[in-house]
């Protein structure tokens, strides 16, 4: 009776490191040997551009916005990247302005001529829409404070930099798809109106 238990435990113990040889074996297999790894982890891996970043992370990277109207005065470059009705019934325009003037800039003759958007300082406050075909001029909101709901270029835009800017404005009727945009002294930038998601 013991030699049975000891063949037994022998058989049941040579099945348990049988099994568990194979399950060993089977977790090692497809990693080859130790040059074959570093081919396939550098495979694997994002591909380096030329500037040391990564194709892969680049290719995920926002497009770059589309300009829809640009206008320069006084070395100054404007540009309107974005026009786009809400649900609520207004617009956002999106762009930048691009300083290449040789002086920092601060934006106080885009605030606007009212005294009540003296409040805002250097900012685009004193931008306006225009509907040629409905003859209306549109201006920058503002909350009840005189606040305008616009970029505030706060500490100005030194010369060779470009700063994004957004202004909200009442919107026109539903059937006004092109309006002009403009600020201060820059020539006024036809745009076209796109519908909000």
């Known amino acids: 009776m013991n030699i049975r238990r000891t063949t037994k435990g022998r058989t049941v113990m040579t099945a348990v490191a049988i099994t568990t040889g194979l399950v060993l074996t089977v977790a090692g297999c497809g990693g080859g040997d130790d040059s074959g790894s570093d081919k396939k982890t550098s495979s694997s891996s ?28 006084g070395g100054l470059t404007l540009a309107v990247t974005s026009a786009v009705r809400d649900d609520g019934g207004f617009v956002t325009v999106e762009g930048t302005v691009t300083n290449g003037s040789g002086k920092p800039w601060v934006a106080a003759d885009w605030r606007g001529d009212e005294s009540e958007l003296a409040k805002n300082g250097g900012s685009i406050a004193g931008a306006s829409l225009v509907d040629q075909t409905g003859k209306k001029k549109y ?32 919107a026109p009727p539903e059937d006004t798809t092109k309006v002009s945009f403009q600020v201060g ?11 909000g998601e």
Not at 185 to 195: D, K, R
């Open 46 to 73: 994002p591909a380096k551009n030329d500037d040391g970043g990564d194709d892969k992370q680049d290719s995920q990277a926002p497009p770059a916005k589309e300009t829809l109207a640009e206008v320069k005065a």
């Open 185 to 195: 002294s820059m020539p006024p930038a036809a745009v076209e109106l796109s519908e």
């Open 139 to 170: 201006l920058v909101l503002r909350d009840t404070e005189g606040r305008c709901l616009c970029t505030r270029f706060t500490g100005g835009v030194l010369s060779g930099d470009t700063a994004d800017w957004f202004a909200q404005f009442p």
